[in-house]
């Protein structure tokens, strides 16, 4: 039998495969696989649902991720997903998958990062598993929110011209991971070494616990502002590009010198030899918004805080693009995730 | 620091202290952990929301697992947690963590189980997350339903003189497990060994490839009849009367010679040298449901079939019992899962 790697077709291959083999039947079914969330009609609003799951080893390492931070985490990229709808999140479910290894004390400590980030969002935790596990730590967590029917913002509904935003700045948390990762193993050769973590508090905050952009939100609909698509940056922002890009039917034009990075950020990926905008864009795990809006729109979030106009929509371009500080143009490229490649 | 095991509290000890550690904020979450399923206000009805995580080397083995069933029962094991609640699943989302020794071949025959069981039970795979994994398989389940306002069954509904009733029968899908184990050791032992399953396929199947029975929640709504609590059986069945009485105040009275074994299943276990009543009360995942009905409505389920009698709920019997052939009273004790304790 033909045996092929999950590595050749890659993350978004296998859900482009699964999305293909996949009807829905049922009437209450409105938006299924290939957003961030799917839409379950509910009458005069949506339902929004949308899951992750997060694995020992692949996407956090205990000996640096504090168990507490790890459960903030967990709740904070599925609210991510669910306000990429412009939706409110309401509730979670959290199945945990647990070995030996952990005693009640640790699952509390996880818990009460989980219940922090309730607080924090205002979402409910209404129910879950835990089970035992062969090794490791293995977390899923189920977001559940509400969009009024026609305020949702799909990956699809960009319109050519729109403007292209992005929320708060990026690469911080793949320089954060960057960090964590080089003291990890300054501490594995010399136990005694005290990690240097203070100096990156920032990048480092950024990776362990990120903050999903709900204000933006909120905010975007006390301006009477509905972005024509949105999807959250968890995969860097070429991909999140890419995405809307694929969706709506267009490509898009984003300006190097637009791209919103911190000036630490900035200053740390020149300490590791890495190109801060290669940082942004492919570095992942930022948990920024990217959304576009009607040029008509324009003045009414001209004045916002913490967004960054980078780019438009464009019917005519072959390609998605990036116009560079020396006005050349770059095609941008979808690094997805490479978990498999790597383990 | 003190270190607690979690094997000393158990899973019910875990979830009773998660669940009073947390608080509900949201005026739309309208029950949250300790059911079968969450209930979200959705208007005139509730969405019901259940969530279950299955482990590779906990739950399922792949030496006798076949993929395509493990993706079934994934999904069958939901649709049992939604139909316990009276309600009629809709959709579902499905994240996998996979280690690189699962090709793209193997996953696509794990989603026709999946897909499979959607068609089987008319629910709509809506979205979901493939992951890495370092070692093993997990499948996390989240399975999404609705029910009308006022027709929900929890477990906390039962009244005094209630009668108790069971669907299909029980025990089997443990003995299934157990000749499955023995075979593996008889093949480790001897590769050239055929397994012996032919002989038992109704027990192994109950195993491999367990039903929900969506069936009797359509029949019941059919006949007029609501039940006043229900649970699915998946950890045995005096687990699941000692929650229904315990969520309802109440004490259950069942009667041994009401419990509903089949002829093969009773063989078998006397091949083992079992009880086949242990099997039934401790065995688990046999996801028949046993449900309480008012005594008012004994007529309208009297010529159902499929359906078992086992006794009723008590408001004067201290603790809850099983009455036996040889009319001796036997108190009822919960097993529970002891997955932590096999670790």
């Given amino acids: 039998m033909k045996r092929t790697e999950l590595s050749e077709i890659g993350e978004f291959g296998l859900i482009d495969r699964i999305k293909s083999q996949t009807a ?17 009609d509910a009458g005069d609003h949506y339902q929004v649902v949308s899951t992750d799951m997060l694995m020992e080893g692949i996407h956090f390492d205990l000996s640096y991720c504090p168990l507490k931070h790890l ?38 400590e996880l818990y009460a990062g989980i219940q922090l980030a309730c607080e924090k969002y205002k979402v ?15 977390i899923s967590v189920t977001a559940i929110g509400r969009v009024e029917k026609g305020k949702e913002s799909l990956r699809s509904g960009a319109q050519n011209g729109d403007i292209l935003v992005m929320t708060g700045a990026g690469g911080s948390a793949y320089l954060g991971l960057q960090v964590l990762e080089r003291e990890k193993q300054v501490y594995l050769e010399n136990p005694n070494m005290k990690p240097q973590l203070e100096k990156y508090e920032y990048e480092v905050g950024r990776q362990l616990k990120p903050e999903a952009r709900l204000d933006i939100i909120h905010e975007l609909k006390e301006l009477g502002i509905k972005p024509t698509s949105m999807i959250d940056i968890s995969d860097g922002l070429a991909s999140e590009v890419l995405h809307i890009s ?18 630490s950020t900035w ?12 940082c942004l864009l492919n570095g992942g795990e930022d948990y920024e918004l990217l959304f576009t809006i009607s040029q008509s729109d324009h003045d009414k979030i001209k004045n916002m805080a913490d ?23 770059v095609e941008l490229k979808a690094q997805g995730w490479t978990h498999f490649n790597k383990s």
């Fill in 24 to 40: 829905l039947q049922n009437g209450s079914s409105h938006l299924g696989i290939g957003d961030d969330a799917a839409l379950i």
């Fill in 307 to 329: 967004i960054s106009l980078i780019g438009y929509m464009s019917a005519t371009e072959e390609r998605s693009v990036m116009r560079t500080r020396s006005e050349t143009v």
């Fill in 246 to 263: 694929k969706n709506s039917g267009l490509s898009a034009v984003i300006f190097q010198k637009e791209l919103p990075i911190e000036k």
């Fill in 71 to 108: 459960g903030y985490k967990a709740v904070a990229v599925n609210v991510s997903d669910i306000a990429a709808m412009n939706a409110i999140p309401e509730q979670i479910v959290v199945s945990l998958a647990l070995s030996n290894r952990f005693s009640l004390e640790a699952i509390e």
């Fill in 124 to 138: 409910d935790l209404v129910g879950g598993d835990t089970t035992a596990s062969r090794s490791g730590l293995g």
């Fill in 267 to 278: 200053e740390l990926a020149l300490e590791f030899n890495l190109d801060p905008y290669t």
